[in-house]
């Protein structure tokens, strides 16, 4: 394959994993912060489970390009050109995704709490009805933890990138 498509590829790739990482960021350390500072609960409940629906689509969006162009790269390289890096940094994507979430999640849990929550989705959404605050307070606090814990993969994952592709030299 011509140097520009891989080129290209690996570009495309670590600025959606860079977009990922901020994404991830500012969902866990600016925007569950303020919604939990709303005075109402009603109110935090219509925009947290609005930010729920519009991050699921663009984290989704993002880990997709992110990991199958870095992968893409990866097949697309000559024999010399196959870095191991491509590889790993798109797994790190993967874990950030479902890997981590799930073990860091369980830390510290009950067995039945654990296997409780496992059971639930990933972002399950604060039913309309009967809004109970402090429900509403520990939904978001966990949102803001995984979504820390994603920050931090996905993060050591865009500094591999970075620090691969400049060992690349293109």
């Not at 790269?73 to 890997?99: D, F, K, N, Q």
């Not at 109970?132 to 820390?148: H, I, K, S, V, Y």
Request: proline share 3%; net charge positive.
């Amino acid at each position: 394959m011509s140097r520009l498509t891989i080129t290209t590829a690996k570009f495309v790739g670590s600025v959606s994993l860079g977009l990922l990482t901020g994404l991830s960021y500012a969902l866990a350390n600016i925007t569950i912060p303020s919604l939990l500072h709303l005075p109402s609960a009603s109110t935090a409940r219509t925009a947290f489970n609005h930010i729920l629906t519009g991050s699921r689509v663009h984290l989704r969006a993002l880990s997709i390009i992110s990991s199958s162009s870095l992968l893409l790269a990866y097949v697309l390289s000559p024999r010399r050109g196959r870095h191991p890096y491509l590889v790993w940094t798109a797994a790190t994507v993967g874990l950030s995704c479902y890997g981590s979430v799930a073990f860091f999640y369980g830390m510290g849990k009950s067995q039945s709490d654990t296997h409780a929550r496992r059971q639930r989705s990933v972002y399950e959404e604060v039913p309309d009805a009967d809004v109970n605050g402090e429900q509403l307070e520990r939904a978001m606090e966990d949102f803001q933890f995984r979504q820390t814990v994603r920050t931090v993969v996905v993060g050591l994952g865009f500094l591999m990138n970075i620090v691969g592709i400049w060992g690349d030299g293109y």
